[in-house]
């Protein structure tokens, strides 16, 4: 025996713990509340982060550019009876597909929920690059330590090269 140690597998990522106090504290929030918290998750992963919304935001709620220098417009939608409460539907994300990279300059689209969207919403942002974070995802996210970008399919490549490489 030459007294080398086996190669060790690298650690399994797993998805974090949501729970349902932070469920339930995410639905009590108002809505402006629901896309600061968003904006500060951004900010947490090391995004340079806004919050828009409001009344001419053009779905757009977030505004940020991550460590790569993609532009992310993240459109948020709230509802106070969280998964129980009306589902996101195409029309919220033909909205988003309207705006975010034709007004906001947006390389990731994202549609938002603290709920769920209708069955024909999932497929159609598939289909025009829209990314949909439901109440799971988000929950996850927000209990993590990992960023958005990286429990989301085909985000587009950086702009720029990481600082750290």
């Known amino acids: 025996m030459s007294g080398r140690r086996p190669a060790r597998r ?12 932070q469920d339930d504290q995410l639905d009590a929030l108002d809505h402006r509340a629901f896309e600061f918290a968003v904006r500060d998750l951004m900010r947490r992963d090391g995004c340079q982060a ?30 106070r009876d969280g998964d129980r409460g009306s589902a996101v539907g195409v ?10 990279r034709q007004i906001h300059g947006a390389d990731v689209a994202v549609v938002l929920t603290n709920g769920r969207f209708s069955s024909k919403a999932i497929p159609w942002g598939a289909e025009h690059r829209i990314h949909i974070v439901d109440r799971r995802l988000l929950g996850e996210w927000a209990a993590g330590s990992r960023p958005l970008w990286d429990s989301l399919d085909r985000i587009p490549p950086p702009r720029r090269s990481s600082a750290l490489s």
């Open 50 to 79: 806004e919050q828009l919304g409001g009344a001419g935001d053009n779905a757009c709620d977030v505004r940020a550019v991550d460590p790569l220098g993609r532009v992310w417009a993240i459109q948020c939608k709230h509802r």
């Open 10 to 21: 690298p650690a399994r990522r797993r998805p974090a713990r949501r729970s349902k106090k």
């Open 91 to 100: 029309g919220v994300l033909q909205q988003v597909n309207g705006t975010a």
